[in-house]
């Protein structure tokens, strides 16, 4: 979507690194969202934030920690990556509370 | 329980016909329901939204909504080879949580 990009797109990385992926938005949107999305479990909400600075823990969050120094950023970080975290991570946002999602592209994260 | 369940399929119709996508949720007070369309290898569109009880339409696309029951569905008319994809129902569940589920996966066979 034009108005949301992940970076990167496809990462393969080893166990216990530590993993950042980035999430810009250019919709000038409140609230950005990370999720993961696995066979059998569908999407799942990692971390979600509501403004800069303002952050909270969604239903998958351990091992996971997330920043958003500016509106249109939202990093999450796997401080030490495991292969449980091998997913495809989706970065959504939206303007309200009420509304759907629009969705970034995703990033296939492979930790071997 | 899952907080939201759908029928994991797969569903096949033959071009033309009506596809139709169930979902059931658990959390009586959700009060916003969406219905999003992915295909392989993409991410997840929005394609309909639905807040109140009944039927909203937005052309070859039906939502249902039926909250004394906790079920939405999705009715797809004349469905288009197009249309395969996966289906996923998501329900709003307090401000800032939108839970998914699983998907339905959709084949339109021409």
């Known amino acids: 979507d034009a108005g949301i990009t992940q970076s990167p797109r496809h990462k393969v990385t080893e166990t216990g690194t530590p993993v950042t992926l980035r999430c810009h938005q250019t919709?000038?949107?409140?609230?950005m969202y990370w999720y993961r999305q696995d066979p059998g479990h569908g999407l799942r909400l990692i971390h979600y934030s509501y403004g800069v600075k303002d952050t909270d823990k969604g239903e998958v969050s351990d091992g996971y920690s997330v920043s958003r120094s500016k509106t249109e950023d939202f990093l999450l970080t796997l401080e030490s990556a495991t292969s449980s975290q091998t997913s495809v991570y989706f970065c959504?946002?939206?303007?309200?509370?009420?509304?759907?999602?629009?969705f970034g592209s995703g990033t296939r994260l492979t930790v071997v | 329980q899952k907080e939201v369940e759908q029928n994991s399929g797969p569903l096949s119709v033959p071009e033309g016909a009506i596809a139709s996508l169930n979902c059931t949720y658990s959390?009586?007070?959700?009060?916003?329901f969406f219905w999003y369309r992915q295909y392989s290898g993409k991410s997840p569109e929005l394609i309909m939204s639905i807040y109140s009880n009944g039927d909203k339409e937005d052309g070859r696309f039906t939502a249902q909504l039926n909250k004394a029951s906790q079920y939405v569905s999705l009715l797809i008319r004349d469905s288009q080879p197009s249309d395969s994809a996966t289906y996923l129902c998501?329900?709003?569940?307090?401000?800032?949580?939108?839970?998914f589920g699983t998907g339905t996966r959709l084949t339109v066979i021409p």
């Open positions: 998501a329900v709003k569940l307090g401000a800032n949580n939108l839970f």
């Open positions: 959504a946002i939206s303007d309200s509370t009420g509304g759907g999602y629009t």
């Open positions: 919709e000038n949107h409140r609230y």
């Open positions: 959390d009586r007070v959700s009060q916003s």
